[in-house]
């Protein structure tokens, strides 16, 4: 225990700390519109194009993260037009530009003279070895994510939920689209140290998937997913370096296995709480509409008329559509 609180008193870990802290607050924020967008996968394809970007700073001897910013925001906008242009052959699209993209980072770092094991650093994540430019551009970056997904979270939510609606409500539908394909590119970079660009995806969508189970609404649900991706960012980091005197564990996968953690156990718990709903309201409410009496009737009553006839004393009223109607025309509210 010793050991750990000394470990926490050097300066790449508390660089680490803050890295993760801001990671985890940024990745959720935008994974929850990717989330209700059905768009939960794009963070990884994203990623995979940003190894390229990565590749590319290597080569030029540049900083990696910028880099890889430009290309990943370039290859989510391609990717927005992919798929607001809707070609049938949209996915096969897709498929090459994301397998390229991986492939053409790994020939990028091999011509740089890099080994594998430095792009692994950006594969799956070093957040111990980040730098305090790298927590400045992290801090930076991820502040404007948060601020965007938080400011513009009506004008996001409704056209991530109905874009129709949103066009009629006058907004401008591949603005917003464009702008949450270059966060969510934005999002992929910033969390490439933490987790690495294989598992973005995972902090992107498992902490916004673990709050949809214990909340009702969508700001709520934004909310919980950011304090949920920030425990688990945070807290993985932190179990990786208590673990670290007893075997050599990464902090990138301990961080997306506590947040499936997280998820297992909110599970049961929103299946609880959905069937307790269903069973104080099993069924909805219904405003039952309000009669207006009238003074007279337009429909003669008779024999021939085809409602049920009930005789009370020596009349007989008619049972029409659940009111009773005397044959002379005059409408009763109540027998």
Request: net charge neutral.
């Amino acid at each position: 225990m010793n050991d750990f609180i000394d470990l926490l008193g050097y300066q790449f870990m508390q660089r680490a700390i803050i890295a993760a802290l801001f990671t985890g607050l940024a990745a959720p924020a935008i994974g929850t519109y990717l989330v209700q967008r059905r768009q939960a996968l794009m963070g990884d394809g994203i990623g995979h194009v940003a190894v390229t970007g990565v590749a590319l700073g290597l080569l030029t001897h540049t900083s990696p993260t910028w880099t890889a910013v430009i290309v990943a925001v370039l290859g989510a906008v391609l990717i927005e037009v992919i798929r607001e242009r809707g070609h049938t052959n949209g996915d096969v699209a897709l498929a090459l530009l994301f397998y390229g993209g991986l492939a053409g980072g790994v020939l990028l770092t091999g011509l740089a003279g890099q080994s594998a094991g430095r792009l692994n650093q950006f594969l799956f994540g070093a957040i111990t070895t980040t730098s305090i430019s790298d927590v400045i551009v992290v801090m930076v970056l991820a502040a404007v994510i948060v601020l965007v997904c938080v400011g513009l979270s009506p004008q996001l939510f409704a056209v991530a939920q109905d874009q129709e609606f949103a066009r009629v409500a006058g907004l401008n539908i591949r603005f917003y689209n464009l702008l949450v394909a270059v966060l969510a590119a934005v999002t992929v970079t910033v969390a490439m140290r933490t987790v690495g660009l294989l598992l973005v995806s995972a902090l992107m969508v498992v902490p916004v998937a673990t709050s949809q189970q214990l909340t009702r609404s969508f700001r709520s649900t934004l909310g919980a997913a950011m304090v949920l991706g920030t425990l688990a960012s945070v807290g993985g980091l932190l179990l990786s370096a208590y673990t670290s005197n007893y075997a050599r564990v990464a902090p990138g996968p301990t961080i997306v296995l506590l947040a499936l953690a997280g998820f297992v156990v909110a599970w049961p718990v929103g299946v609880l709480l959905r069937s307790r709903r269903r069973l104080r309201r099993p069924f909805p409410v219904v405003e039952v509409a309000a009669h207006e009496a009238i003074d007279e009737h337009p429909h003669e009553h008779g024999k021939d008329c085809g409602h049920v006839a009930v005789r009370h004393g020596d009349h007989v009223d008619y049972v029409h559509g659940g009111h009773r109607h005397a044959p002379h025309g005059k409408h009763y509210d109540e027998h």
